[in-house]
């Protein structure tokens, strides 16, 4: 029974941080709805069915839904130019704001808790990979890399963190590759051939890797916090190409969807306790976790679908930029086509989820 409670908890405490960050998707959204003077007619917390009204603030309607993974602000006339003082019937610039507050929200939420956690810890150096031990006899002894250098590229790859180092590495045993280093503030370039079959417990360079870091205050971080978010679209950008170059493997690169996130949430909520003592009790690890959740939010709603924020920006751009708006049951077709692939999208990948758990170890 208590196995039963604790597994419900945790579930629960989930959802409850999921649910925080989509509502600061949504907040993002009414936020700029209500500056431009547009009614917002509901505000719901979850997805339909509604299972009840929780109260009514002036015109809005705030309501609780059965589906827990989500919420939604639907502003009056959001989909008709015909309602006048309507979202639709809004100037173009308006709207693309409107669309954009959400993703903003998101994006602002992840770079102040980037920042929280790089004040309390450190701000990781990307791009750089720090050497922390060289093994005797090693193929990078050999190479002349020593401890405390910094590996920048690979084969004239730049480099953004260990676990791109490694899968380079191990891409390339057998086969001499060239490693650019910087050592006291200077860069030079060594050759070496990752081991096929190294010894155990040893890796294929004979190297093991650090995150190179700095210690910030939280003014100083954000900076550091803005470029992780940066990274992080850089990286949902390239994703694609580094898996057609064999950089990454498939598993990796995995879409994840509740289930999924409820289990990567779950073993870094384990770390923290277990870090307990050493961070004074703040929980790094679940900080830094949401706040990579929060700027993928912010980062895949802009991306260029149909039904996602990026992809209803599209159809305003023409307007915006041409003074030519696409008809609107050209716009609302392919948003419910959009739609409705993402729920199967979904329904897959938590399937997926659920008989193919993603490995932590």
């Keep these: 029974m208590e196995t039963l409670l604790n597994t419900l908890a945790r579930i629960l405490e989930f959802i409850l941080a999921l649910g925080v960050l989509i509502f600061l998707h949504e907040l993002g959204h009414f936020a700029f709805t209500k500056l431009f003077k547009i009614e917002v007619e509901e505000f719901g917390f979850g997805l339909p069915p509604r299972i009840v009204r929780l109260f009514k603030f002036r015109e809005t309607e705030f309501t609780l839904n059965w ?10 006339g959001e989909n008709d130019p015909s309602i006048p003082g309507g979202m639709a019937a809004a100037r173009p610039w308006k709207r693309l704001l409107i669309l954009f507050g959400g993703p903003l929200f998101n994006l602002a939420t992840a770079l102040i808790l980037f920042s929280t956690v ?13 050497i922390a031990e060289v093994v005797p006899g090693s193929p990078a002894e050999s190479a002349g890399i020593q401890v405390n250098d910094f590996i920048v590229a690979v084969e004239g790859t730049r480099i953004s963190d260990t676990a791109q180092l490694a899968n380079i590495i191990n891409a390339n045993r057998g086969r001499e590759i060239s490693l650019t280093l910087r050592r006291n503030n200077v860069e030079t370039t060594v050759r070496a051939t990752p081991r096929e079959n190294p010894p155990e417990g040893q890796g294929a360079l004979g190297i093991v890797m650090g995150a190179a870091a700095v210690k910030v205050t939280w003014l100083q971080a954000i900076p550091y916090a803005g470029y992780e978010i940066f990274y992080q679209a850089k990286s949902l950008v390239s994703l694609p190409f580094m898996l057609l170059r064999g950089e990454i ?16 949430f779950n073993a870094v909520r384990t770390e923290d306790r277990a870090a307990e003592a050493a961070t004074g009790g703040l929980p790094l690890l679940t900080l830094n976790f949401l706040a990579v959740i929060s700027a993928a939010l912010g980062l895949t709603n802009l991306l260029p679908f149909p039904a996602l924020d990026g992809g209803r920006i599209l159809f305003v751009l023409p307007e915006l930029l041409f003074r030519k708006r696409i008809p609107p049951r050209y716009e609302n077709m392919v948003n419910l086509i959009g739609f409705a692939t993402l729920i199967v999208l979904m329904i897959v990948i938590t399937a997926q989820d659920i008989f193919n758990p993603i490995q932590l170890r």
């Design 118 to 130: 790089f004040s309390f810890s450190a701000a990781p150096l990307r791009g750089l990979v720090s």
């Design 67 to 76: 589906i827990p993974f989500g919420a939604f602000v639907r502003p009056k």
């Design 249 to 264: 493997p498939a598993e990796q690169a995995r879409l994840v969807g509740p289930v999924g996130m409820e289990n990567l």
